[in-house]
């Protein structure tokens, strides 16, 4: 275990825990009593903020200005020894997932996976490929220049960065597809965090070789509860809903029987998971 990460994470208040009676929705569709923002490790909240709005004002060009992502970070690494140090953690990390072998391009999906995903491309000085929701791929250099869209990747040894891994549902609905569709596919993917979740071995049974800095497990809530930096109330609370979610989440239910509908009442993302959630646990039932 990273101590110095797991203390980054709660330094930099990237561990948010739900308030009584709620829980938050994630992008694999199920809900849970905790939300990890990796991307505060990039000098806080207000610093991992602005450059969100970056990477959304560069990729709304009609040209994707990648270089402005890559050099936003290049400069972040520079300031900020935490997160150079994180970098330099992450780097070392690949490394022993490579073993001597070589990749071709590093891969990072928009837009969390680019805090990690640029920098790392830059230390391993191959090619940047940027993954759209929307399965568009460009290929940059390391800096984010010489834009190339649509490259033939054929032959590529590809490592996707991702920050966190949790059901790997990203990867096999969007990341492995849009690179197939280039012609490669992914050799090793590598995240800062790997919830527990399944994510991890869904991706090895793939055939693809996997690494993480690091893990929610019993030794990472434990040590923020020996700092402070949560309860021991709040520990147990996250263990349960990483060794087994589904017993959380029936829990939690029955004590909040409104909770679906209000995450439906709210709108946005939260109904449109929740509407999924009830079709899908529909479909199981019947």
């Not at 020894?81 to 590093?106: G, M, P, T, W, Y």
């Not at 597809?177 to 869904?202: H, M, N, T, V, W």
């Not at 019993?218 to 263990?239: C, H, R, T, Y």
């Not at 239910?253 to 709210?266: C, M, T, V, Y």
Request: charged share 25%; proline share 2%.
């Amino acid at each position: 275990m990273s101590d110095f990460l797991v203390r980054e994470i709660f330094k930099k208040e990237a561990l948010r825990l739900s308030p009584e009676g709620e829980a938050f929705w994630y992008t694999s569709g199920t809900f849970g009593p905790f939300y990890i923002n990796t991307h505060f490790l990039a000098g806080g909240e207000q610093r991992a903020k602005a450059a969100l709005a970056l990477i959304e004002e560069s990729l709304a060009a009609e040209t994707p200005k990648l270089s402005e992502i890559s050099d936003y970070f290049a400069k972040l690494e520079a300031e900020d020894a935490d997160f150079r140090h994180c970098i330099d953690l992450a780097e070392a990390k690949i490394r022993e997932l490579l073993n001597n072998e070589q990749v071709s391009h590093i891969s990072g999906g928009e837009r969390r996976d680019f805090f990690f995903s640029f920098p790392l491309a830059r230390r391993f000085q191959v090619p940047h490929l940027t993954l759209r929701k929307t399965g568009e791929l460009y290929l940059s250099q390391a800096d984010g220049s010489a834009i190339v869209e649509k490259a033939n990747l054929s032959g590529a040894r590809i490592l996707h960065v991702a920050d966190i891994i949790t059901l790997a549902s990203s990867f096999f609905d969007r990341w492995i597809p849009a690179i197939e569709a280039g012609g490669a596919k992914i050799s090793y993917a590598f995240a800062i965090l790997d919830r527990r979740q399944g994510g991890l071995q869904r991706l090895q049974k793939a055939g693809i070789e996997t690494a993480v800095l690091e893990t929610c497990n019993e030794d990472f809530f434990q040590l923020a509860s020996s700092v402070g930096s949560i309860s021991n109330v709040d520990a147990e609370m996250a263990l349960h809903f990483i060794d087994d979610a589904k017993s959380y989440e029936a829990a939690f239910l029955k004590q909040h029987p409104d909770f679906l509908q209000r995450s439906i009442e709210a709108g946005g993302s939260q109904a449109e998971r929740a509407q999924n959630y009830l079709r899908t646990h529909a479909a199981s039932e019947d």
